[in-house]
Structures are given as structure tokens and as C-alpha cells.
């Protein structure tokens, strides 16, 4: 069943574009399902289930975290996750890049971005944005490179409203994608979930994060 929905979508999404399998709240043995017809990308947003999860689990995945990261969780990350989709402040980054210096690692982030009406969502705004991506602001921070931005929608039924906040973002991801701050870079716009992910490939999303789509409603308990 989750096989089938995989292979349903994955003929919906254009070759260039990433799909990340959101898996939190799943068991390990659904993840397994995908992982045995070749998938490799899968989201978390809870850093604690993530380590339980990527200790039982076959370590050539590559780990996404899609949720709100605290600086304190940072260090048990660090050696193994594959991009960090949610800084979402400098003391985060600050925390990112010390921590991997510790080990010799530089990681790869997305910067966050505040689109949504609703207040509860995390991110930076714009303005952020462009303070921090400057090579004067990253110098001070080698070991985090920097890929692109990350964004979530106002959950509504306006679709209208949905193109607008996406494409508000993808013009900031191409404003940026002009200046050239090796090693970082702007190739990695993460945008679009179950619910608007058609919308956000139409808007340019290169990488889509899908739950519930895949694996069928979340069991919160
Ligand atoms: C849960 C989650 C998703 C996936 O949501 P679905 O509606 O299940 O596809 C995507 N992105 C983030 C940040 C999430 O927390």
C-alpha cells in the first residue's frame, strides 16, 4: 500500500525534484517498505525519534530535518544528518558550525523562511535572510554550508494565496542564487507538502517533503 502510493507519486514529480518521505511518527518498518523499492530520503521533525530511528535503520539514508531544532539538540545530529531544512536563527547556525568543528564535519543547512499568515510557524524573515547571507556573516561560520531555503505555506484552502506565498519565496531564493558565496549556495529550494506540493513544483520547488500522502494519516498519540 505504501509502495503503491510511492510509486504513484514519484510518477507525478518531475525528475528533478527531490521527494523527502516525512516519516515522523511512522513505524521503522514503513520506512523499511520504502527503503526496499530504493528510497533513501526521509524527514524528521523530532531530533529524539530521529536517533532511535536512525540506529535501527540501514545507514546509507540520508537523514532530513524538517522540524524546529533546539540549540541543545544540535551535538546529536551533527555526525550523521544529511540537511538541516530549519535554521531559523544565527545562534542556530552558530551552534551547528560549533559543533561540527568538533568533529571535522561541515553540514549541510536551508535556511528557513517565514511565508505563512499563521503565527505559529518558525523561520526568518526576508530581511534575515539577506542580512545573514553575506560572506562577511558566513566567514565567521565554516563548518555549515549553506544549500537554500526551506518555506511552509499557510495551511488554507486558498490556493491563490499558497502561489503567492511560494513564489514570494522563490524570488528571494533567485535574488540570492546571484551572489556567489563558495561554498554555499542557492540549489535547494525546499517547499511543498501532501497538501500543496503541485503547487510549489509549478512555483519551482526543487524538493518536495511528503507524509501523509505516502504513508496515510498520523497516528499523534
Ligand atoms: C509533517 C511535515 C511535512 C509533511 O506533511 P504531510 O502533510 O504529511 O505531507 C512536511 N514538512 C514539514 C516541515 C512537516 O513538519
Known amino acids: 500500500?505504501?509502495?503503491?502510493?510511492?510509486?504513484?507519486?514519484?510518477?507525478?514529480?518531475?525528475?528533478?525534484?527531490?521527494?523527502?518521505?516525512?516519516?515522523?511518527?511512522?513505524?521503522?518498518?514503513?520506512?523499511?517498505?520504502?527503503?526496499?523499492?530504493?528510497?533513501?530520503?526521509?524527514?524528521?521533525?523530532?531530533?529524539?525519534?530521529?536517533?532511535?530511528?536512525?540506529?535501527?535503520?540501514?545507514?546509507?539514508?540520508?537523514?532530513?530535518?524538517?522540524?524546529?531544532?533546539?540549540?541543545?539538540?544540535?551535538?546529536?545530529?551533527?555526525?550523521?544528518?544529511?540537511?538541516i531544512h530549519s535554521v531559523d536563527s544565527e545562534k542556530l547556525l552558530s551552534e551547528i558550525n560549533k559543533q561540527a568543528q568538533q568533529i571535522n564535519r561541515v553540514v549541510d543547512v536551508l535556511l528557513q523562511v517565514h511565508i505563512a499568515r499563521e503565527e505559529t510557524k518558525f523561520g526568518l524573515s526576508s530581511d534575515e535572510v539577506m542580512r545573514l547571507y553575506k560572506a562577511q556573516i558566513l566567514q565567521q561560520y565554516p563548518f555549515v554550508r549553506i544549500r537554500g531555503l526551506m518555506g511552509m505555506a499557510t495551511n488554507t484552502a486558498d490556493e491563490q494565496l499558497i502561489h503567492t506565498e511560494f513564489s514570494g519565496l522563490k524570488k528571494l531564493f533567485d535574488q540570492l542564487s546571484l551572489h556567489k558565496i563558495h561554498p554555499h549556495s542557492m540549489d535547494i529550494l525546499s517547499l511543498g507538502m501532501s497538501s500543496d506540493y503541485v503547487i510549489a513544483i509549478e512555483e519551482g520547488s526543487t524538493l518536495v517533503r511528503i507524509g501523509s500522502s505516502i504513508f496515510g494519516q498520523r497516528n499523534y498519540h
Open 1 to 83: 500500500m505504501k509502495q503503491e502510493n510511492y510509486k504513484k507519486l514519484i510518477k507525478q514529480i518531475p525528475s528533478n525534484v527531490t521527494l523527502v518521505a516525512v516519516s515522523k511518527t511512522q513505524p521503522v518498518s514503513s520506512i523499511r517498505e520504502l527503503y526496499d523499492v530504493g528510497h533513501r530520503d526521509f524527514g524528521e521533525n523530532k531530533v529524539q525519534e530521529l536517533l532511535t530511528k536512525y540506529s535501527e535503520l540501514p545507514k546509507d539514508i540520508r537523514w532530513h530535518l524538517i522540524g524546529h531544532l533546539q540549540t541543545n539538540k544540535v551535538k546529536y545530529i551533527v555526525p550523521f544528518i544529511y540537511l
